[in-house]
Protein backbone atom coordinates (compact mmCIF):
# COMPACT_ATOMS: atom_id res chain seq x y z
CA UNK A 1 0.00 0.00 0.00
CA UNK A 2 1.53 3.55 -1.26
CA UNK A 3 2.23 5.72 1.51
CA UNK A 4 0.83 9.26 2.07
CA UNK A 5 2.75 12.53 2.66
CA UNK A 6 1.47 15.71 3.64
CA UNK A 7 2.32 17.88 0.42
CA UNK A 8 1.00 21.55 -0.64
CA UNK A 9 -0.94 20.85 -3.95
CA UNK A 10 -2.10 23.53 -6.32
CA UNK A 11 -5.38 22.87 -8.41
CA UNK A 12 -7.55 25.21 -10.83
CA UNK A 13 -10.74 25.77 -9.87
CA UNK A 14 -12.44 27.41 -12.63
CA UNK A 15 -11.34 29.49 -15.68
CA UNK A 16 -12.77 31.77 -17.81
CA UNK A 17 -11.26 34.63 -20.51
CA UNK A 18 -11.00 36.94 -17.80
CA UNK A 19 -10.82 34.80 -14.35
CA UNK A 20 -9.01 32.32 -13.13
CA UNK A 21 -9.50 30.88 -9.19
CA UNK A 22 -6.59 28.05 -7.97
CA UNK A 23 -6.76 26.04 -4.78
CA UNK A 24 -3.78 25.73 -2.89
CA UNK A 25 -4.27 23.23 -0.11
CA UNK A 26 -1.95 21.58 2.53
CA UNK A 27 -3.21 17.81 2.48
CA UNK A 28 -2.04 14.17 3.01
CA UNK A 29 -1.48 12.65 -0.60
CA UNK A 30 -0.56 9.54 -2.12
CA UNK A 31 3.11 10.89 -4.60
CA UNK A 32 1.59 10.52 -8.12
CA UNK A 33 3.28 9.95 -10.81
CA UNK A 34 5.23 13.05 -12.65
CA UNK A 35 2.50 13.27 -16.18
CA UNK A 36 1.72 15.72 -18.96
CA UNK A 37 -1.45 16.45 -16.52
CA UNK A 38 0.51 16.49 -13.00
CA UNK A 39 3.94 17.85 -12.05
CA UNK A 40 5.64 16.85 -8.76
CA UNK A 41 8.41 19.89 -7.88
CA UNK A 42 11.80 18.28 -6.84
CA UNK A 43 14.93 19.95 -5.66
CA UNK A 44 14.49 23.39 -3.64
CA UNK A 45 10.77 22.47 -4.41
CA UNK A 46 10.02 19.15 -3.18
CA UNK A 47 6.54 19.10 -1.78
CA UNK A 48 4.97 20.95 -4.31
CA UNK A 49 2.28 19.28 -6.73
CA UNK A 50 1.00 21.03 -9.55
CA UNK A 51 -2.14 19.54 -11.08
CA UNK A 52 -2.29 21.17 -14.67
CA UNK A 53 -5.75 20.09 -15.99
CA UNK A 54 -7.46 18.25 -13.28
CA UNK A 55 -10.44 20.50 -11.68
CA UNK A 56 -10.98 21.30 -8.25
CA UNK A 57 -13.96 18.91 -7.21
CA UNK A 58 -14.24 18.76 -3.32
CA UNK A 59 -15.15 22.14 -2.99
CA UNK A 60 -15.59 24.13 0.19
CA UNK A 61 -18.52 24.36 2.08
CA UNK A 62 -17.42 26.31 4.91
CA UNK A 63 -17.13 30.29 4.91
CA UNK A 64 -13.48 31.21 4.18
CA UNK A 65 -11.97 32.30 7.91
CA UNK A 66 -10.37 35.41 6.37
CA UNK A 67 -10.15 37.03 2.88
CA UNK A 68 -8.25 40.01 1.49
CA UNK A 69 -8.56 41.34 -1.90
CA UNK A 70 -6.12 44.32 -3.63
CA UNK A 71 -5.44 45.12 -7.17
CA UNK A 72 -2.35 45.45 -9.52
CA UNK A 73 -1.68 46.97 -12.99
CA UNK A 74 -0.53 44.25 -15.81
CA UNK A 75 1.34 45.89 -18.39
CA UNK A 76 1.36 44.33 -21.97
CA UNK A 77 4.49 43.77 -23.50
CA UNK A 78 3.35 43.85 -26.61
CA UNK A 79 1.38 47.28 -26.44
CA UNK A 80 2.14 48.79 -23.65
CA UNK A 81 -1.24 48.80 -22.42
CA UNK A 82 -2.40 48.61 -18.69
CA UNK A 83 -4.90 45.84 -17.61
CA UNK A 84 -6.40 46.26 -13.83
CA UNK A 85 -6.69 42.64 -12.59
CA UNK A 86 -8.34 42.34 -8.90
CA UNK A 87 -6.67 39.71 -6.67
CA UNK A 88 -8.81 37.94 -3.70
CA UNK A 89 -7.13 35.49 -1.52
CA UNK A 90 -9.49 33.52 0.78
CA UNK A 91 -7.85 31.54 4.17
CA UNK A 92 -9.13 28.32 5.38
CA UNK A 93 -6.79 27.37 8.73
CA UNK A 94 -6.27 24.17 10.89
CA UNK A 95 -8.94 23.94 13.37
CA UNK A 96 -5.87 24.73 15.86
CA UNK A 97 -6.29 28.26 14.92
CA UNK A 98 -8.80 30.20 16.61
CA UNK A 99 -11.56 32.32 14.85
CA UNK A 100 -9.67 35.61 16.64
CA UNK A 101 -6.25 34.62 15.07
CA UNK A 102 -7.22 33.76 11.49
CA UNK A 103 -7.56 37.47 10.54
CA UNK A 104 -4.05 38.48 11.76
CA UNK A 105 -2.69 34.95 10.28
CA UNK A 106 -3.86 36.25 7.44
CA UNK A 107 -2.56 39.60 7.38
CA UNK A 108 0.41 38.74 8.25
CA UNK A 109 0.61 36.21 5.16
CA UNK A 110 -0.67 39.36 3.36
CA UNK A 111 2.13 41.43 3.91
CA UNK A 112 4.96 39.40 3.00
CA UNK A 113 3.31 38.47 -0.63
CA UNK A 114 2.93 42.12 -0.91
CA UNK A 115 6.13 43.23 0.65
CA UNK A 116 7.38 45.71 -1.98
CA UNK A 117 10.85 44.71 -1.44
CA UNK A 118 10.84 41.37 -3.67
CA UNK A 119 7.08 41.56 -4.67
CA UNK A 120 6.55 39.42 -7.86
CA UNK A 121 6.68 40.83 -11.34
CA UNK A 122 4.53 38.27 -13.20
CA UNK A 123 2.00 36.18 -12.66
CA UNK A 124 3.91 32.93 -12.58
CA UNK A 125 6.20 34.12 -9.37
CA UNK A 126 2.96 35.45 -7.82
CA UNK A 127 1.39 31.87 -7.32
CA UNK A 128 5.10 30.65 -6.46
CA UNK A 129 5.20 32.85 -3.58
CA UNK A 130 2.07 31.87 -2.54
CA UNK A 131 2.98 28.39 -2.40
CA UNK A 132 6.37 28.66 -1.10
CA UNK A 133 4.80 31.41 1.82
CA UNK A 134 2.66 28.44 2.60
CA UNK A 135 5.08 25.31 2.36
CA UNK A 136 7.72 27.00 4.40
CA UNK A 137 5.69 29.09 6.95
CA UNK A 138 2.61 29.33 7.71
CA UNK A 139 2.04 25.76 8.24
CA UNK A 140 -1.35 26.05 10.02
CA UNK A 141 -2.84 27.66 7.12
CA UNK A 142 -4.97 24.51 5.30
CA UNK A 143 -6.44 26.08 2.17
CA UNK A 144 -5.77 28.91 0.49
CA UNK A 145 -7.74 30.36 -2.82
CA UNK A 146 -6.59 32.52 -5.12
CA UNK A 147 -9.20 34.55 -7.84
CA UNK A 148 -7.88 36.98 -10.08
CA UNK A 149 -9.52 39.05 -12.32
CA UNK A 150 -9.36 41.16 -15.23
CA UNK A 151 -11.60 44.35 -15.05
CA UNK A 152 -10.79 45.88 -17.71
CA UNK A 153 -7.94 48.06 -19.64
CA UNK A 154 -6.94 52.05 -18.95
CA UNK A 155 -5.18 54.62 -17.64
CA UNK A 156 -2.11 53.82 -15.46
CA UNK A 157 -1.77 54.86 -11.81
CA UNK A 158 -0.40 58.08 -11.25
CA UNK A 159 3.25 57.83 -10.34
CA UNK A 160 3.60 59.55 -7.29
CA UNK A 161 7.25 58.79 -6.08
CA UNK A 162 5.85 58.58 -2.55
CA UNK A 163 4.13 62.08 -2.27
CA UNK A 164 0.29 62.69 -2.97
CA UNK A 165 0.23 65.98 -4.83
CA UNK A 166 -2.30 67.78 -3.46
CA UNK A 167 -4.45 68.54 -6.32
CA UNK A 168 -4.99 64.72 -6.98
CA UNK A 169 -5.79 63.91 -3.61
CA UNK A 170 -9.64 64.23 -4.06
CA UNK A 171 -10.67 64.38 -7.50
CA UNK A 172 -8.41 61.42 -9.12
CA UNK A 173 -10.22 58.06 -7.61
CA UNK A 174 -13.62 57.63 -6.39
CA UNK A 175 -13.71 53.70 -4.91
CA UNK A 176 -10.77 52.82 -6.73
CA UNK A 177 -12.45 53.66 -10.51
CA UNK A 178 -10.33 56.41 -12.05
CA UNK A 179 -12.34 59.95 -13.11
CA UNK A 180 -12.15 61.51 -15.71
CA UNK A 181 -10.01 65.23 -16.12
CA UNK A 182 -13.31 66.49 -18.08
CA UNK A 183 -15.43 65.13 -15.83
CA UNK A 184 -13.66 66.59 -12.78
CA UNK A 185 -13.30 70.09 -14.34
CA UNK A 186 -17.83 69.59 -14.21
CA UNK A 187 -17.84 69.71 -10.69
CA UNK A 188 -20.15 72.61 -9.05
CA UNK A 189 -18.79 74.89 -6.98
CA UNK A 190 -19.67 74.87 -3.45
CA UNK A 191 -17.84 75.90 0.05
CA UNK A 192 -18.42 72.38 1.06
CA UNK A 193 -15.98 71.61 -1.55
CA UNK A 194 -12.98 74.01 -1.02
CA UNK A 195 -13.81 72.87 2.87
CA UNK A 196 -13.10 69.20 1.81
CA UNK A 197 -9.67 70.65 -0.07
CA UNK A 198 -8.23 72.41 3.02
CA UNK A 199 -9.04 69.19 4.93
CA UNK A 200 -7.09 66.79 3.04
CA UNK A 201 -4.31 68.97 2.53
CA UNK A 202 -3.74 69.37 6.39
CA UNK A 203 -1.85 69.91 7.82
CA UNK A 204 0.09 71.78 4.90
CA UNK A 205 -1.96 74.97 4.07
CA UNK A 206 -3.63 76.09 0.38
CA UNK A 207 -3.27 78.79 -1.55
CA UNK A 208 -6.12 80.01 -3.91
CA UNK A 209 -4.18 79.18 -6.96
CA UNK A 210 -4.27 75.08 -5.92
CA UNK A 211 -8.70 75.68 -6.23
CA UNK A 212 -8.40 77.84 -9.46
CA UNK A 213 -6.09 74.52 -10.46
CA UNK A 214 -8.17 71.76 -9.36
CA UNK A 215 -11.81 73.04 -10.39
CA UNK A 216 -13.25 75.08 -13.20
CA UNK A 217 -14.01 77.96 -10.36
CA UNK A 218 -13.18 81.76 -10.04
CA UNK A 219 -11.28 83.68 -7.71
CA UNK A 220 -13.73 85.64 -6.07
CA UNK A 221 -15.77 82.89 -5.47
CA UNK A 222 -13.37 81.34 -4.06
CA UNK A 223 -12.14 84.75 -1.85
CA UNK A 224 -15.79 84.59 -0.68
CA UNK A 225 -16.25 80.77 0.56
CA UNK A 226 -12.51 80.94 2.01
CA UNK A 227 -13.48 84.27 3.92
CA UNK A 228 -16.99 82.50 5.03
CA UNK A 229 -15.08 79.36 6.62
CA UNK A 230 -13.17 81.82 8.47
CA UNK A 231 -16.03 83.85 9.86
CA UNK A 232 -17.39 80.34 10.77
CA UNK A 233 -13.97 78.96 12.13
CA UNK A 234 -13.27 76.02 10.01
CA UNK A 235 -10.05 77.68 8.18
CA UNK A 236 -7.14 80.27 8.65
CA UNK A 237 -5.12 82.02 7.11
CA UNK A 238 -1.41 81.63 7.77
CA UNK A 239 0.47 84.23 6.08
CA UNK A 240 -0.69 86.31 3.44
CA UNK A 241 -2.75 84.36 0.51
CA UNK A 242 -2.13 80.52 2.94
CA UNK A 243 -5.24 79.06 4.08
CA UNK A 244 -5.12 76.32 6.96
CA UNK A 245 -8.18 73.87 8.63
CA UNK A 246 -8.98 75.27 12.03
CA UNK A 247 -9.65 72.87 14.58
CA UNK A 248 -10.93 73.42 18.05
CA UNK A 249 -7.92 72.00 19.62
CA UNK A 250 -6.48 74.84 21.09
CA UNK A 251 -2.47 75.27 19.33
CA UNK A 252 0.47 77.60 20.50
CA UNK A 253 2.51 78.67 17.34
CA UNK A 254 5.86 79.12 18.00
CA UNK A 255 9.26 79.48 16.26
CA UNK A 256 11.36 76.15 18.46
CA UNK A 257 9.63 73.25 19.84
CA UNK A 258 10.18 73.55 23.19
CA UNK A 259 12.02 70.59 25.31
CA UNK A 260 10.00 68.44 27.08
CA UNK A 261 10.77 67.00 30.88
CA UNK A 262 10.17 62.91 30.56
CA UNK A 263 7.31 62.46 32.25
CA UNK A 264 5.61 65.25 29.34
CA UNK A 265 6.83 63.20 26.43
CA UNK A 266 5.09 61.64 23.96
CA UNK A 267 5.30 57.43 24.48
CA UNK A 268 2.51 56.88 21.60
CA UNK A 269 2.62 58.00 18.12
CA UNK A 270 -0.56 58.03 16.25
CA UNK A 271 -0.28 58.51 12.22
CA UNK A 272 -3.45 59.56 10.85
CA UNK A 273 -4.24 60.22 6.83
CA UNK A 274 -7.89 61.95 6.65
CA UNK A 275 -8.50 65.12 9.00
CA UNK A 276 -11.54 63.37 9.98
CA UNK A 277 -9.26 60.67 11.72
CA UNK A 278 -7.30 62.87 13.19
CA UNK A 279 -10.44 64.90 14.64
CA UNK A 280 -11.89 61.43 15.60
CA UNK A 281 -8.11 60.79 17.53
CA UNK A 282 -8.04 64.07 19.67
CA UNK A 283 -11.59 63.51 20.57
CA UNK A 284 -10.06 60.08 22.28
CA UNK A 285 -7.11 62.21 24.32
CA UNK A 286 -7.54 64.00 27.39
CA UNK A 287 -5.32 67.20 28.51
CA UNK A 288 -3.61 67.34 25.32
CA UNK A 289 -1.33 69.95 24.16
CA UNK A 290 -0.63 70.87 20.56
CA UNK A 291 2.92 72.87 19.32
CA UNK A 292 2.89 73.89 15.21
CA UNK A 293 5.97 75.27 14.24
CA UNK A 294 5.75 76.48 10.25
CA UNK A 295 8.80 77.32 8.18
CA UNK A 296 9.69 78.26 4.94
CA UNK A 297 11.76 76.32 2.34
CA UNK A 298 13.23 78.25 -0.83
CA UNK A 299 12.46 81.64 -2.22
Known amino acids: MAETEEKVVMTPKSKTPTSTILVIERKAVTIPEPSDKIHVAGGDHTGIIINKEKVYENGLSEPCHAQLEFCVYLVSAANGT ?18 HECPHEAQ ?16 VGFIKKIIKLMQNKYHLLKVLEVELRQEGTGPPPPEANGVIPRKDIVYK ?14 TQFSEQKVLDMIENAY ?29 KGLTRPI ?3 LYIRQHSVDTQ ?8 CSSRQPT ?6 LYCEKQAVDAMMDNQETYVRFTTVGK
Not at 82 to 99: G, N, Q
Not at 203 to 231: M, Q, R
Not at 268 to 273: H, K, P
Request: some cysteine.
Open 203 to 231: PNPLTVEDFVTAGPWSKAEIKDALESLEE
Open 108 to 123: AFFRELVSPQDFPKDY
Open 268 to 273: IAVVTA
Open 173 to 186: YCNGTFIDDSIANQ
Open 253 to 260: VVKQMPTL
Open 239 to 241: SDG
Open 82 to 99: HTREARALRFWFKPEVSL
